[in-house]
């Protein structure tokens, strides 16, 4: 997995260096009948199986850091984490800077109950140290019996988000379904379309009262309004667009009967110029599309994984984020 530089403030138009500035479920609750088919269901796999997929990755991530090979990222991620650092990598490449070393410390494995594929467990972790220390939210997938495991998200917590996740007495924790609203503030699979609403048309938007203020939330949203205001004055338009992305959501229990919630939303932006020079490619971008791509136009696809604590009342708070730019085209 590539190093990347995280910043907990808001998704501000970063992704080009502009002249002088260098999946929504209906309501429901699980039947005691389905409540009790959950707690007698299998564990997606033991903590020791566990503890092999994650030193799997580890070997393969760093060889894949060290080559700055994409390819290689296919036999350990899935997406969205594999086009996201696949595009890391491209990045890497394009500044010739090779990933650091790969280490995961202070692990903590909470593996659910699961009847049915795809089967799937989270890691909590730490890489670096001191200053540098990062906090890992890794959710693994198995799409299929036999098929391998694979990095499918890993957004970075604020906090030791993880640690809220309840496990029962052997162990193991408990999967919420998307759907799921009985005994929470909003159900899981309605996150990704409130939130898109919110950082779109801001916290007056449709069900964007389910979301706390805060860095990720409305402060996001200002911060890009500020940014277009910034631009225009530059000569340059930027229109910018939240949308629930195709990806699964996924949810565990916590210990105050609420959820932690993985979801993923794509950005669509579009950077326009009169002047030609106005714009070209860099920062995020660099790496997806040529340094002189961008004449008059630039059109960018990001996504942005999110980690989301969803309470029994009350509104949701996004605890942890990873962004990334992955597809860039110029005209």
């Known amino acids: 997995m590539p190093a990347r530089t995280v910043t ?31 707690a007698a269901a299998a564990p997606a796999l033991g903590k020791a199986q566990a503890q092999q997929v994650l030193a799997s990755y580890t070997a393969g991530a760093n060889q894949a850091g060290r080559r700055l090979d994409g390819k290689a990222l296919r036999t350990i991620e899935a997406d969205p984490q594999l086009s996201m ?3 890391s990598l491209r990045l890497r490449r394009a500044i010739n800077r090779r990933a650091p070393k790969l280490t995961f410390t202070n692990t903590a494995y909470y ?3 699961l009847s049915g594929y795809p089967h799937w467990f989270a890691v909590g972790a730490v890489t670096g140290k001191g200053k540098r220390a990062l906090r890992h939210a890794l959710l693994f ?19 030791d988000a993880l640690s ?5 007495p052997d162990g193991f924790a408990t999967a919420v379904a998307t759907d799921e609203k009985n005994g929470l503030a909003v159900a899981p699979g309605k996150l990704p379309e409130a939130h898109a609403a919110l950082l779109t048309d801001g916290p007056r ?8 203020d805060g860095a ?20 340059v338009t930027l229109s910018s667009r939240f949308s629930p992305s ?33 714009l070209t490619v860099g920062g995020d971008l660099l790496g997806l599309a040529p340094a002189r791509a961008a004449r008059t136009r630039m059109d960018t696809t990001v996504l942005v994984q999110y980690l989301a604590a969803v309470p029994p009342k009350g509104r949701a708070t996004v605890t942890g984020i990873y962004r990334k730019a992955v597809i860039a085209h110029g005209s």
């Open 216 to 235: 990720q939330t409305s402060e996001t949203y200002k911060a890009l309004k500020n940014g277009e205001k910034t631009l225009a004055g530059r000569g």
């Open 164 to 168: 809220r996740v309840a496990v029962d």
């Open 141 to 159: 997938t198995q799409a299929k019996a036999g098929a391998p495991w694979l990095l499918s998200a890993n957004p970075y917590p604020a906090g």
């Open 111 to 113: 593996i659910p109950r």
């Open 246 to 278: 195709r990806y699964r959501v996924f949810a565990l229990r916590t210990k105050d009967r609420g959820a932690l919630v993985w979801y993923v939303l794509k950005q669509n932006e579009a950077y326009s110029s009169s002047q030609r020079g106005r």
């Open 85 to 87: 650092d696949d595009a």
């Open 205 to 212: 938007a449709s069900d964007a009262s389910v979301l706390a």
């Open 8 to 38: 907990f403030a808001a998704l501000s138009t970063s992704c080009l260096l502009i002249a002088t500035m260098s999946a929504g479920c209906s309501d429901g609750s699980p039947s005691s009948a389905e409540a009790e088919r959950r």
